[in-house]
């Protein structure tokens, strides 16, 4: 569905996406992470053709960018990161306007519409004005607007920043069935147990450069392994202890992160021996992985 080699994108001396290569198959759900300014938003935008890009080669559905934009964005549905809704319009004229961009004749654009309302919820407030609706409902709606041409492609920026768990919810368990229907999904996130739950594949990236790339299970296992020890306030002893061990650590000062794949038995030794509270044994997460290899400093 997606192949994009050495693909940058330049702001003049800043690389927002520094030559990147990465491929999504069809019926894939492909994550792209990384922290505020790593370049997702960038390269999501080069897809469908709403920021050129500086170099590299870009095809979807097997056709270059460059020679075939136009039959390639009628095939792509993007949900931006921001709601671009139109603030003078009603629920339902957001859809159907919007059908009108891809030559969706009004009866057939009605159509849909009427399908979709139904798919977001949103058939009771299909004559609301957009500054009436809540973050979920203009989440959803946007998600709506993104299938009103049937895409083979959905590009998600950030679906769910924002909203409170009900809907975020409520928004993955849309995007689930579209994944169900066959539909290519590539999405950009910054809560790892969305990713973790939606994504088949995903890359973190950071700086506009891939830092890693492969299936949520498989990153945890190979840069943290199954399971994570953290201890608050650890104290010299216990310090000195993990330091012999030669287990991998991040000392946070006031917190350790001890990277103890399968390690029921140390960790048993470790609350036993140095800290009777505050020692706390737990499977890994992608979050893990994703401040493991990114860092835990403020990137803007
Ligand atoms: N139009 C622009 N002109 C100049 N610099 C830009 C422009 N758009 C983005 N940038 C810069 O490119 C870098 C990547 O931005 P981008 O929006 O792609 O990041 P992002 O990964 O989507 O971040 P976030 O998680 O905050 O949405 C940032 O340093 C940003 O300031
Ligand atoms: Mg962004």
């Known amino acids: 569905m997606i192949v994009a080699t050495s693909l940058r994108k330049a702001f003049g001396k800043l690389r927002a996406v520094d030559d990147i290569t990465f491929s999504v198959s ?7 992470l ?13 897809l469908f053709g709403f920021t050129p890009k500086s170099a590299g080669r870009l095809q979807l559905f097997g056709l270059d960018i460059d020679q075939h934009l136009r039959q390639v964005k009628a095939r792509i549905g993007v949900c931006p990161q921001e709601n671009n809704l139109d603030p ?5 004229q957001n859809l159907e306007m919007y059908a009108r961009y891809f030559d969706i004749p009004p009866p057939l654009a009605r159509r849909r519409a009427d399908q979709l309302l139904s798919f977001i919820a949103l058939e009771h407030r299909q004559n609301a004005r957009i500054g009436e609706l809540s973050g979920g409902m203009l989440r959803r709606l946007v998600l709506a607007r993104a299938l009103i041409n ?3 492609l959905l590009i998600l920026d950030e679906p769910t920043t924002g909203l409170d768990p009900q809907s975020r ?6 995007v689930e069935a579209l994944k169900a229907r066959g539909l290519t999904v590539l999405l950009t996130t910054h809560y790892m ?13 950071d700086q506009g450069k891939i830092l890693v790339e492969g299936t949520p299970l498989q990153l945890i296992h190979d840069h943290v392994g199954a399971e994570i020890i953290e201890v608050a306030s650890p104290n010299a002893d216990l310090r000195a202890f993990v330091d012999r061990s ?6 946070l000062g006031h917190r350790l992160i001890i990277y103890a794949s399968g390690g029921a038995e140390y960790y048993h030794t470790l609350s036993r021996e140095f800290c009777q509270s505050g020692c706390m044994l737990r499977p ?6 994703f401040l493991r290899l990114t860092g835990r400093e403020l990137r803007e």
Not at 193 to 203: G, I, N, S, V
Not at 246 to 251: F, K, L, M, S, W
């Open 284 to 289: 890994a997460t992608l979050e893990d992985v």
């Open 246 to 251: 030669g287990t991998p650590y991040e000392d």
């Open 26 to 32: 069809p019926g894939e759900c492909f994550g792209i």
């Open 193 to 205: 147990d969305e990713a973790a739950r939606l994504c088949d594949r995903l890359m973190i990236v």
């Open 169 to 174: 919810h409520q928004l993955w368990n849309r």
């Open 34 to 46: 990384g922290p505020n300014g790593a370049g997702k938003t960038t390269t999501i935008r080069m």
């Open 150 to 152: 049937e895409p083979e």
């Open 88 to 92: 003078d319009l009603s629920v339902r």
